[in-house]
Nanobody
Framework: QVHLVESGGGLVQAGGSLRLSCVGS????????MGWHRQVPGKQRELVAI????????NYADSVKGRFTISRDNAKNTVYLQMSSLKPEDTAVYYC???????????????WGQGTQVTVSS
C-alpha cells in the first residue's frame, strides 16, 4: 500500500512563506492524481492543489491561485507545496493526497497523509 508523510508545517506570520513536503512510499503501481487538501474545524476538507496525471493537469483552489505552487521531485517520490503571501485564512491542517493503484489492488484508491498543521498569525 501507499504511505504518505507530510512535513514542513508550522507557525508563520502573515505575508510569510512556507514549503510543505510529502514523501510517498509503498507498492505504487499507477498514480492517477496527487496533491494537497486542507481542512479547518467545522468545514469540509477542500482541495488546495493537485496534479492529475491523465492529461497532465494542475489545478488550484481559487483562494490560493497566484500564491501557492505545487511541484514534485520524481526521483525522491516527493511532492511539494510552496506557499507564499500567507494569510490567516490559510490556517488549516494540510493533507497530502494520492489517488493510485498499489500492491495487488486492481482499483484506484485514495490515500492520505496524517496532516501537518499550518498556522498563520497576524
Amino acid at each position: 500500500q501507499v504511505h504518505l508523510v507530510e512535513s514542513g508545517g508550522g507557525l508563520v506570520q502573515a505575508g510569510g512563506s512556507l514549503r510543505l513536503s510529502c514523501v510517498g512510499s509503498g507498492s505504487f503501481v499507477s498514480i492517477n492524481a496527487m496533491g494537497w487538501h486542507r481542512q479547518v474545524p467545522g468545514k469540509q476538507r477542500e482541495l488546495v492543489a493537485i496534479f492529475t496525471m491523465d492529461g497532465g493537469q494542475t489545478n488550484y483552489a481559487d483562494s490560493v491561485k497566484g500564491r501557492f505552487t505545487i511541484s514534485r521531485d520524481n526521483a525522491k517520490n516527493t511532492v511539494y507545496l510552496q506557499m507564499s503571501s500567507l494569510k490567516p485564512e490559510d490556517t488549516a491542517v494540510y493533507y497530502c493526497y494520492c489517488n493510485a493503484r498499489a500492491g495487488s489492488f486492481y482499483t484506484y484508491n485514495n490515500y492520505w497523509g496524517q496532516g501537518t498543521q499550518v498556522t498563520v498569525s497576524s
